[in-house]
């Protein structure tokens, strides 16, 4: 079972490049998400999918843009990659969101912006 | 403002004695509260879910208190082993329904 894929792995860019990266899950999940994770300040959430058709944003959203593809795919779009974009970007997935939801992470990209 | 605040960034402890960890919340009404184990390089994994009318949970080696009076949730671990050693999130759900909040996490270590 490969749960959450997330591509690439590692990623390098230079200011004002863009670039998508990609989440797939295979577990019939309803719910989608995107965190970013850096030194001190934890876990914070871009975008989520609560279903197929409907994206909103969390808590940190400027500077990006998502695509929920159909319900196996949700990807994350940097259109203009800045410094301070910089971090470890983490898709999950949940049966659905709200009361119960235990989400399941992929292994991460890790993105360093020049 | 709403807050989740792990009381220690990292946390030293020899094998075997029990491990526990804080999670203090403010601002908020969580229905339900979560921690998650992440080991360097990868991605949270869920541990043990507990409901606000819940006041403990168990699971193995592992238990969960949920305190809404004190908004307050403890995570122990006993018998610690080196392999225990990871970074340790609590989540909860904001306002709103939201998706999960994450604290900072606590990295424990046990130690041989």
């Known amino acids: 079972n490969a749960g959450v894929t997330q591509t690439p792995k590692f990623q390098v860019l230079k200011t004002g490049q863009s670039m998508t990266l990609q989440c797939a899950q295979d577990m019939n999940h309803n719910s989608m998400y995107w965190y970013r994770q850096d030194p001190g300040m934890g876990l914070r959430l871009i975008y989520y999918?609560?279903?197929?058709?409907?994206?909103d944003k969390g808590e940190v959203p400027n500077g990006y843009n998502v695509s929920r593809l159909n319900k196996r795919e949700f990807s994350l779009r940097l259109e203009s990659a800045a410094p301070s974009q910089t971090s470890v970007y983490f898709c999950?997935?949940?049966?659905?969101?709200?009361?119960?939801?235990?989400?399941?992470f992929g292994s991460g990209t890790q993105l360093s912006v020049l | 403002s709403q807050k989740i605040e792990q009381n220690s960034e990292a946390l030293n402890i020899q094998e075997g004695k029990t491990a526990t960890l804080t999670c203090n919340y403010t601002?908020?009404?969580?229905?339900?509260l979560q921690w998650y184990r992440q080991d360097p390089g990868r991605g949270p994994v869920f541990l043990l879910l507990?409901?606000?009318?819940?006041k403990e949970k168990r699971k193995e080696r592992l238990k969960v208190t949920f305190d809404t009076t004190l908004k307050q949730s403890l995570f122990h671990i006993t018998a610690s082993q080196p392999a225990d050693s990871a970074t340790y999130l609590c989540a909860l759900v904001g306002s709103g329904n939201t998706p999960l909040v994450f604290g900072k996490g606590t990295r424990l270590s046990v130690i041989a």
């Open positions: 601002n908020y009404s969580p229905a339900y």
């Open positions: 507990i409901r606000e009318n819940e």
């Open positions: 999950a997935s949940s049966e659905a969101a709200g009361i119960n939801e235990k989400l399941f």
């Open positions: 999918s609560a279903s197929e058709g409907t994206t």
